[in-house]
């Protein structure tokens, strides 16, 4: 409460520069925050300025310092001696402070008047641009009459802090703070302190004071301890800080599946969540007091087993987390219920769909064949050419998957009134490609007659002027695209007419 005291007497004191106070009771005379103010001489009058040095420098971020008398009358919301400056200014070490105004300048530029009682005077470190005060040093100062004084210098103290553990910590864990203060025979109050927020308080005895908390927030914490002696005989004193890092408690999310009611031997999904996700450490999931599985060490904050060995009836679930990090103990996740029950309850709902009867499509991109002229053989008996169909596509979607058969039978050859027996064109059937599930196969060779007359009747198997097999796809093999082609070969008489002959090759597919 007096560290809150000091900062707003402080801040009313720079308002209150050239006004004229009022005289009041005296207030608590403020205590430094930071420790004391030596001086260059023991005693003085009301007309006289002392030099004043720090007992260390000021806290980092400090740009300017000041200095104000607090006292009876007039003085007691504080009065100006030394206005903000720079000057000397250190952070690294104590440094020396001038009283710009004596005792009887700074009473009469305020319209009132110096008393007998006692005087403290406060050096304030502070960053200028927001105003902030980052700290105090106090010095007291006992006139005897208006005029002379004599200063009561405090004994310098030196404070430092330690935690225990000492560097870091599980968030609720009990951490126990120690100040320790010298000289060992200072008597005062420690204010702890985590990143300038106040843990709590205890007195000095013999030269320590102890604090036991649980409640250090999450974070990388500066650890400080304040010392505000007992007046006139000590100074205060902070510490240095001392890092302590507080880590929150690993969480364990638990959960089942496919659901908290199955029937007797169906497989049981647990899943441990951890987190954070890169905790390290081990879960056992347990049934009651029963543990289901061996230890399972976590990766990327999962860890999952599986059981079909609940028997029917009601089972108490839980995770338990083992952290590898000692700071940690033990974690137990909320329970889960899970009846395991003969007859489970159910619902049913009716699917249906139509099955299309879908087609069987036979199509070609390229309606004409051209063969070359034939040519005469090497033994003058027959005029001879070749070709290749274009190709032919089949597809087939329809229900039941019957499988198929692609035939061919073509026509006489014609010229005007000329012919060429269909008997003589002959075919070599191939598949270009298919869908993967198809089981296609190409027909058998279909040989030419031997050049036969138009009408004449060719031979067993000769020709296409019959119904052949091109292609086939077995039953259950049939449903997808298949592309067929075939060689063409025709036998010509030696007898034939000059002419352009055309022939239509007709391909069925059942």
């Not at 329970?335 to 709902?349: G, H, N």
């Amino acid at each position: 409460m007096r560290v809150r005291t000091i900062l707003a007497a402080a801040v009313i004191a720079m308002a209150a520069v050239g006004v004229v106070g009022t005289a009041t009771a005296q207030a608590e005379r403020p205590s430094g925050t930071l420790g004391g103010l030596s001086v260059n001489r023991s005693s003085g009058t009301d007309t006289t300025t002392q030099v004043y040095q720090t007992q260390s420098g000021c806290p980092k971020g400090t740009d300017v310092w000041d200095l104000t008398v607090y006292g009876p009358g007039g003085f007691s919301d504080g009065l100006r001696a030394t206005d903000p400056t720079s000057a000397g200014l250190s952070t690294m070490g104590g440094f020396f402070a001038p009283q710009d105004r004596s005792f009887r300048e700074i009473a009469a530029a305020n319209g009132t008047t110096i008393t007998a009682g006692g005087y403290t005077v406060v050096l304030t470190c502070r960053e200028s641009f927001t105003a902030t005060v980052l700290g105090t040093f106090t010095v007291d100062v006992e006139f005897a009459s208006p005029i002379e004084y004599t200063v009561q210098v405090a004994e310098q103290t030196y404070t430092s802090v330690s935690a225990y553990p000492a560097a870091r910590s599980a968030r609720g864990t009990s951490i126990a703070l120690s100040a320790f203060v010298h000289p060992a025979n200072a008597t005062g109050l420690i204010t702890f302190r985590s990143n300038n927020s106040v843990v709590g308080t205890a007195r000095v005895s013999g030269g320590r004071a102890d604090l036991t908390t649980t409640t250090l927030p999450v974070g990388v914490l500066a650890l400080t301890a304040t010392f505000t002696g007992d007046r006139p005989l000590f100074s205060g004193s902070t510490s240095s800080p001392v890092a302590h890092q507080v880590y929150a408690v690993p969480g364990v999310a638990f959960s089942v599946s496919p659901g908290n009611r199955i029937a007797p031997g169906r497989p049981l999904t647990l899943t441990a969540t951890l987190s954070p996700v890169d905790i390290t450490g081990g879960v056992e999931f347990f049934d009651g007091t029963t543990r289901i599985a061996d230890p399972l060490p976590v990766h990327n904050g999962l860890v999952t087993v599986m059981t079909d060995r609940l028997t029917p009836g009601r089972h108490v679930l839980t995770a338990r987390f083992y952290p590898n990090d000692t700071i940690f103990s033990m974690q137990v996740s909320p329970p889960i219920t899970v009846d395991v029950v003969s007859v489970i309850d159910a619902a049913s709902e009716n699917i249906s769909t139509t099955v299309l009867p879908g087609a069987l499509l036979i199509s070609v991109d390229n309606r004409e064949v051209v063969l070359p002229s034939p040519v005469m053989t090497p033994d003058g008996g027959r005029l001879v050419t070749s070709g290749v169909l274009n190709p032919v596509t089949v597809t087939d979607t329809r229900a039941g998957n019957p499988g198929w058969n692609v035939s061919g039978q073509v026509s006489d050859f014609a010229s005007g009134p000329n012919r060429i027996n269909g008997a003589n064109l002959g075919w070599l059937p191939r598949l270009l490609d298919k869908s993967p599930v198809q089981a296609v196969f190409p027909g058998s060779a279909v040989p030419t007659a031997n050049a036969i007359a138009p009408g004449a009747t060719p031979g067993a198997g000769q020709g296409l002027v019959s119904a052949r097999s091109m292609a086939l796809a077995a039953p259950l093999g049939g449903n997808g695209t298949a592309r067929l082609t075939a060689d063409l070969s025709l036998a010509v008489p030696t007898s034939t007419v000059a002419g352009t002959y055309s022939a239509t090759l007709t391909l069925t597919a059942i």
